[in-house]
């Protein structure tokens, strides 16, 4: 068996040199089981287990190992040190990541303490491989400590998780009431041309009873209509038995309270219409809701029916419990949001007169020009090829479905002048074909201007026709409607009497209205209302290609068809929904973050949420908030840890903000991971399901975690790729303005939360802890480079090498500290951290400073968008010895090695708790350091800057005039601690 065992072992060895750490395992556990007298076996089987990750067997395999071995009287000292190291460190590393339990190391204790003492008490290493007495000594001492910790972890550790949570990645954007998407039912996949159903009929018992829905952002709510259609198609399709088990939920969440305020008062409409009997009700219900979703004003009886629910609302949602009808359920901590927004619309002194001045019907065509909506300055040249040929294809489409057509087709289509024959018809079509072809693309392509009797009353009137059941309450609109509907045109007079109608008893849609449109902060150059320049009548056709998504029907409207039909139709389908599933359904409501909001699910911190709503989801859309949220870097992240552990489980999104910034597919994922598309599930163990974000949609998947390591990257792969990461993070590119502007907000904090998903996809604890060390030494040693160019990121860049040098990290550090000690008790690896640093969670506070702007904002193009923009950094400064300007101007060569400043002198913080240029920003310091910097110098200051830019945005405040923000109930303690201080 001996002879069995070596030749194990001598493959084990081969493995373990080529870095397969999970084939040496196997050939070692082999090893063992033919020789299990030789201490040899066992303790390569450690070495082995513990690169792979498996700290709680490597500890094992040490113990059996040291039995065998202090039985032999010429047991070797090195080979004892070694096993001695290694269980020290697994021991460390199991601890922290929750293998090794309290009861395990109280079961091994004097075992344990055995080894440890053999170890230190022994004679000196002589071996090179072996680590040295103090190395010893070191990794013993920080198993002590996380030792005399381990009960705080599991005392603490959820807390620590939730404050982790809680930390900023992203401000807001702006508020857009209006969608542009085609209606999506995420039961049949994610929108037209991109099926993926559920088959509800076909899902397990299980899975029926547990169905969840996010949205976020939700936008104007249209695919959580859309879903719930789709879900009470899914419904009628079960079995009488399987229905009982039916439960959907539905997750609504969006960053802008008006939003979600917006969505809610869409729901409680629908929750009306579906409970109410009375036929006039109905019908003005349906009218509120149309003119509301899909309008910039509304008739007075749809104005009062919102004032009324506005006032309805109110007294619900300050009801103790909340009184809201039986699906919907809002979050306790997004009320005080909704309720601003609820009264901002029932006192905000809007008119219809200056509501509609503002407002203009532009379809795609208006605003590109003759030329189309295919041709669209700025952008990319790639993009604008992928345009070309696209519409080359439809085109060359369109024109063989004319020229093919049969005689019988022909003679039936609207193609041919009255008294026409086929055959004269066919030959004026040959010699006008361009021109055909033209037209029926103009009703096709997206953004299509809509041809109907109703859009030409639009444009006069820039309202809808109301419905023929209340048209009589509108005496100057009758007439002028016939003459429309009668001669396609409106007399003078009669658009008169109707304009002074609407201008004297109309109101504008008031839910498209937001605080921040009166905000001079926001609109410096507004006058309080919003720019609704927007084809109203797209939102009418994405309703009626919904309405007809199951006839086999032209998605075209008819000349005499009206929003009112569409709108009436697709509603009642939606309330019929509601009606049916009742209770089967929840409709739940959440102001926040995407990423911030499924953290604090994940990590226990959404304590304002029932116990019973689900933490993990079948379907999210995203819709185009990765936009905003550095892409699908962000999307792995946050959002793909709570999706169901479920093939058919995806989270998707498109690309709206910057479509014409890319090159393609490969340069949108390269740009937001630094990877291509291809290694994304090797390095973070997801699925790519569908890769066409930039034209389409970009979907991904779930795997079960963690990953065997033979599935993920190499350590040398991990360690190149995450030192990329870091880097870009340490100093970004550059951004476009507009339509090519790329966002890659992510902070150091999300860099933190890339490391903890890599802990839990399977990545070995010790290899991100000492690529950590490594940071934390305040330089590092790398051929790595950032990216200082403009965004997008070249695909090249994945590859691209400097000359190695020596790096500077010390600037970022503290912000590590205060990243560290608030995840303390929550870290899944160990972190020998600096001498000066926290590790206490309490000592992580905000402070506040009043600042004043070095700059002016606008929202024109190409100029400072708003001062509320997520793109910023904080420099915090020795004014005595720094220059501001000249620190931020020079960060690139401070990061490269640059000895001016000195380490000490500065630093940076790339997440900040609020911010606004015009007024204050808030940022978290450990309360110890900051208390250090006053007793050290009364000159250190804070500026805030933008990083996309470098331009510096806000005067420096000196470190007197930062306010601590902190919990009275904590002062006392703080003070306490505060005395302690040398």
Known sequence: MAAKAAKFKQEGNDLFKAGLFAGACDRYFKAEKADPRDPVYPSNLSAALFETGDYAACAEAVLRAWKLLKAKSDAKHDLIVRLSSRLAKALCYGARAGSITVSDVSTHEAAIEELRKASITGKPSTSTSAPTDDALVRVWDEWAAIRSEMVAYAQKGDACLGGLSRLPMFSKALYVPFGTDDVIDLTAGWGPGQDHPLKIDKLSVDMLSKLAFMFGGVGDGRHVLGTLCGLLDGYWKLSKAKQLQFKAHLTLLDIHDATLARDLCLFMLLHELATTKDATAK???????????????????????????????????????????????????????????????????????????????????????????????????????????????????????????????LAKSKLLPAGTSVRSGRAMIEQNIDLLVDEMQKLIMPGAKTQTREATWYKMLKVFVPPKELLARHPSFEVAWKQVKEKGEMATMSKHKAWAHIESEWKPNITIFDPSHDDPHYFPNGDGYPDVSVDMFQIINQFHKFNIRDKRKMAFLDDNQTAWDVCSEFFDNVAAALKTLGNRVTLEFICGGLSEELAKMRFKGDVARPKEFPRKYTRMW?????????????????????????????????????????????????????????????????????????????????????????????RDELTTWLTRVLFNTFIPGKSKPNPNNVRLPHNLVAFFGLLMYLHRAGYPGHWLAEFLTRVLSGRMVSDIAPYTGWYPIPVSERTRRVPSRAVRTDPWLVEFEMILATAYHALPFPVLLPADFSHDPDDMVVYEARVAPVQQFTTLPMLNENPYEPRTHLLFFRADLVSAAGAIRNLPSLFEGSASPAPGTLFIMTAQEHVQYQECIRFRLSRRRVERMKKESARWSMVAFRSGTGVLATQPVTIGKWVLKVDEAKEVEYQQILEELD
């Open 283 to 409: 019908v003005e219900i349906k009218a509120t809701l149309m003119y509301m979703f899909c309008g910039a004003a509304m008739p007075p009886y749809c104005y009062e029916r919102l004032q009324a629910l506005f006032a309805d609302l109110r007294r619900r949602l300050t009801s103790t419990p909340t009184d809201l009808p039986g699906p919907i359920h809002v979050v306790s901590d997004s009320i005080p949001a909704i309720l601003r927004i609820i009264d901002y619309w029932s006192k905000a002194p809007k008119t219809v007169r200056k509501m509609l001045a503002n407002h203009e019907s532009m379809s795609l065509w208006d605003r590109s020009g003759m030329a189309g909506p295919q041709s669209i300055p700025g952008v990319s040249a790639e993009f604008q090829r992928t345009i070309d040929d696209r519409v080359a294809a439809q085109r060359e489409q369109i024109r063989n479905s004319i020229l093919t057509m049969s005689d019988a087709d």
């Open 622 to 714: 995203l819709s185009n908030v990765p936009d905003y949220t550095h892409g699908p870097m962000n999307m792995i992240l946050y959002e793909i840890p709570n999706l169901q552990d479920d093939p058919l489980a995806a989270v998707s999104c498109n690309v709206l903000l910057n479509t014409g910034a890319w090159s393609g597919d490969e340069e949108y994922m390269h740009t937001y991971t630094l990877l291509e598309s291809r290694d994304i599930p090797r390095y973070l163990a997801c699925r790519v399901i569908t890769c066409r974000p930039v034209m389409e949609v970009l979907v991904l998947g779930t795997k079960p975690l963690p990953r065997p390591l033979t599935e993920l990257a190499t």
